[in-house]
């Protein structure tokens, strides 16, 4: 039996490509040699390109489309920010209290996706879509509706759900804290996320994900994309194997959402609305759907272009657009995918192999 050994060769690819990215860029920004506003934009990347690797493995790999992938985003982003500035006179270190953000925002997200995912999963094509295009809506509603303090007695948490109360009524003791004041968001918090951090974040990303799909439970669920009545038919228990995926999508947007909310000083609901789950759902279907590598590489080209492309002024919407449509002509396009099949071989073709 051969191992197979093409795919694990491209997944090494990837892994070095994102190590010898960050080492070019970081020697570029160490020397001055990156703008200000694009140096600005490296945290922002990782957690995009995070978000695209993880809504990758429910539309690529598990094949369910998913609008409100943004949800799990703001609700890591606020649970790591909260944990975050609560922690900030037991921890001093940033660099731990950034870890402790990003695993509280994976586990508050996972949750989310565990709540969300029974009643959802049980639904397929548009109605899945739109049952979490409205999931998304709702968290960014709820959250609007959060007044969080923090004093020496603890957490203060407050749900205004009909507009009547204020950051007064959290009756925090002097040298408190006010760290989400409803729909004005998390205000005055510390800007602890870093490059590296992003960078470590993508590699576990890839790691998790890359390691699922290998494995017996990854085989299961790309069987329940390919033929749902088939892999029932021989035992596949859908339920777990939708879940699992699912789940673990949540958890690492969760994370990559701590990480993007600990970047700036303010951060409010709005900016994780339907537009941001449609964004990363491009940077996926972009990048080819299963196809890590493309997720990765579509999501950093596509965060860099707008603001790159900001000198054009009023062409700059144009040029993007015809950017987008010339690389989705050439994803699609057969001659191109015969060229990269014969550069890179086909993950398919080495599982066959395997087999």
């Given at each position: 039996?051969?191992?197979n050994n093409?795919?694990?060769?491209?997944?090494?690819?990837?892994?070095?490509?994102?190590?010898?990215?960050?080492l070019?860029?970081?020697?570029?920004?160490?020397?001055?040699?990156?703008?200000?506003?694009?140096?600005?934009?490296?945290?922002?990347?990782?957690?995009?390109v995070?978000?695209?690797?993880?809504?990758?493995?429910?539309?690529?790999?598990?094949?369910e489309?998913?609008?409100?992938?943004?949800?799990f985003?703001s609700?890591?982003?606020?649970?790591g920010?909260?944990a975050?500035m609560?922690?900030?006179?037991?921890?001093?270190?940033p660099?731990?209290?950034?870890?402790?953000?990003?695993?509280?925002g994976?586990?508050?997200?996972?949750?989310?996706?565990?709540?969300?995912?029974?009643?959802?999963?049980?639904?397929?094509?548009?109605?899945?879509?739109?049952?979490t295009?409205?999931?998304?809506?709702?968290?960014?509603?709820?959250?609007?509706?959060?007044?969080?303090?923090?004093?020496?007695?603890?957490?203060?948490i407050?749900?205004?759900?009909?507009?009547?109360?204020?950051?007064?009524d959290?009756?925090l003791?002097?040298?408190?804290?006010?760290?989400?004041?409803g729909?004005?968001?998390a205000?005055?918090?510390?800007?602890?996320?870093?490059?590296?951090?992003?960078?470590?974040l993508?590699l576990?990303?890839?790691?998790?994900?890359?390691?699922?799909?290998h494995?017996?439970?990854?085989?299961?669920?790309?069987?329940?994309?390919?033929?749902?009545?088939a892999?029932?038919?021989?035992?596949?228990?859908?339920?777990?194997?939708?879940?699992?995926?699912?789940?673990?999508?949540?958890?690492l947007?969760?994370?990559a959402?701590?990480?993007?909310?600990?970047n700036?000083?303010?951060?409010?609901s709005?900016?994780f609305?339907?537009?941001?789950?449609?964004?990363?759902l491009?940077?996926?279907?972009?990048?080819?759907?299963g196809?890590m590598t493309?997720?990765i590489?579509?999501a950093a080209v596509?965060?860099?272009?707008?603001?790159?492309?900001?000198g054009?002024?009023?062409?700059?919407?144009?040029?993007?657009?015809?950017?987008?449509?010339?690389?989705m002509?050439?994803?699609?396009?057969?001659?191109?995918?015969?060229?990269?099949?014969?550069?890179?071989p086909?993950?398919?073709?080495?599982a066959e192999e395997?087999?």
């Amino acid at each position: 039996m051969k191992t197979n050994n093409p795919s694990r060769m491209k997944d090494f690819a990837t892994f070095a490509g994102v190590i010898i990215a960050f080492l070019i860029v970081y020697i570029m920004r160490s020397r001055g040699m990156l703008t200000r506003s694009l140096s600005g934009q490296l945290v922002p990347i990782c957690a995009y390109v995070v978000m695209a690797i993880s809504l990758n493995l429910t539309v690529g790999v598990l094949g369910e489309l998913s609008l409100g992938h943004a949800g799990f985003m703001s609700v890591g982003a606020f649970s790591g920010v909260v944990a975050a500035m609560s922690l900030a006179s037991v921890i001093p270190s940033p660099v731990l209290r950034l870890v402790i953000a990003m695993v509280v925002g994976a586990i508050f997200a996972a949750i989310t996706g565990v709540i969300v995912g029974v009643p959802v999963l049980r639904l397929q094509g548009d109605y899945l879509a739109i049952v979490t295009l409205a999931f998304g809506e709702i968290i960014k509603d709820l959250i609007n509706c959060l007044i969080v303090g923090v004093d020496e007695r603890g957490l203060h948490i407050l749900f205004n759900a009909t507009g009547s109360r204020s950051v007064a009524d959290l009756h925090l003791i002097e040298g408190g804290k006010v760290i989400i004041k409803g729909a004005q968001g998390a205000t005055g918090v510390k800007a602890i996320a870093t490059f590296p951090a992003g960078v470590v974040l993508i590699l576990l990303a890839l790691v998790i994900v890359l390691n699922l799909m290998h494995s017996r439970s990854g085989r299961a669920i790309m069987a329940l994309r390919d033929n749902r009545i088939a892999a029932e038919s021989v035992g596949i228990n859908v339920t777990k194997y939708k879940m699992m995926a699912f789940v673990t999508s949540a958890a690492l947007a969760g994370a990559a959402g701590a990480l993007y909310g600990l970047n700036f000083s303010t951060i409010v609901s709005s900016k994780f609305n339907f537009n941001t789950s449609i964004t990363v759902l491009v940077f996926v279907v972009l990048g080819g759907l299963g196809n890590m590598t493309g997720s990765i590489i579509a999501a950093a080209v596509l965060t860099i272009l707008p603001e790159a492309l900001r000198g054009f002024d009023k062409y700059r919407m144009l040029a993007y657009a015809i950017v987008l449509i010339v690389v989705m002509l050439g994803t699609n396009n057969a001659q191109v995918k015969a060229l990269l099949a014969k550069l890179i071989p086909h993950r398919k073709k080495g599982a066959e192999e395997g087999a």
